[in-house]
Every structure is written in structure tokens, then in C-alpha cells.
């Protein structure tokens, strides 16, 4: 059994669209600035979060009165392994965000304080706030990284 030719047509069709160019476009650059761009935002995100949930952590307040001669007390400090009470609220006040791209395609976030007294209760004094509420919220921080790209 012989196979029919195709009609006059058909042929002019094929032709007419083996004349026309084809363009290709390649979307890797587009996709991966928007893939970038969210990986951006869901680290400010959960800088943003894990800011807020420092200075929560630190906002409890030392309780000020006067003593029997006229003079400030203090008194509801934290001990060693809570959270520091907030005495002046400077420290409170410096809690800072801040999200860099430190190389095409590489994102870093950074929570914490420029001041000196922050290191020394992070550090020396066992009043861990940076350190032990990054680790508190670690589960909550990956679902921010690692949850569908929208």
C-alpha cells in the first residue's frame, strides 16, 4: 500500500512556516533575579521577625522606686540564664536588621546591637539574647527560607 502525498495545501503550509524565523528566548536570567529577589525578601522577612522577637525578649523592665532615704532602688534585675531586664532601654532601642548581598546570588541577614554591653551579656555574663532567641525561633526562621516561592 502506497502513502498518499499531501495536498498542494498542505504543502504551501509547511513551506510558509519553514520560512518564518524562530526566535528563542531564554528565561534563566528572568527566573533566577525573581528566585533571587524572594530569597531577598524572605530573608528581610525573617530578620524583620526574629528582631521583634529580641526586643520582646528583653523588654521586661527592672522595677525603680525610692528606697528608705530618698534614694532610686532597683530591683527585679535578671539572673544568670534569662533574658536581661531592660534598666535604661538603650539596648532595646539598637536591636537592628540588616540584609546584604554580599555576591550575586548570596544573601546574608544579621540581628544585633552595636552596643558593647550587648556582647558582654551575650557573651560573659549568661544573659544570652541574640544567640538564644535565633535558636528558639530556628524552626519558624527555616519555614521562612524554605516554604514555596510565591
Avoid: C
Wanted: charged share 25%.
Amino acid at each position: 500500500m502506497a502513502i498518499p502525498l499531501p495536498n498542494a495545501s498542505v504543502l504551501a503550509g509547511r513551506e510558509r512556516r519553514a520560512a518564518k524565523e524562530v526566535k528563542i528566548e531564554w528565561f534563566i536570567k528572568n527566573v533566577s533575579d525573581k528566585v533571587a529577589m524572594s530569597f531577598q525578601k524572605r530573608m528581610k522577612m525573617a530578620t524583620h521577625y526574629l528582631k521583634d522577637k529580641v526586643v520582646r525578649n528583653i523588654s521586661i523592665s527592672v522595677t525603680k522606686g525610692k528606697g528608705p532615704r530618698g534614694g532610686r532602688v532597683v530591683t527585679g534585675r535578671s539572673v544568670a540564664g534569662e533574658f536581661p531586664h531592660a534598666d535604661t532601654k538603650q539596648l532595646l532601642r539598637t536591636i537592628f536588621q540588616e540584609v546584604r548581598e554580599i555576591s550575586p546570588g548570596v544573601i546574608e541577614g544579621y540581628v544585633g546591637t552595636p552596643q558593647k554591653y550587648g556582647l558582654i551579656l551575650e557573651t560573659r555574663m549568661d544573659r544570652s539574647f541574640l544567640v538564644r532567641t535565633l535558636n528558639e525561633e530556628l524552626g519558624i526562621l527555616r519555614s521562612f527560607m524554605t516554604g514555596p516561592i510565591i
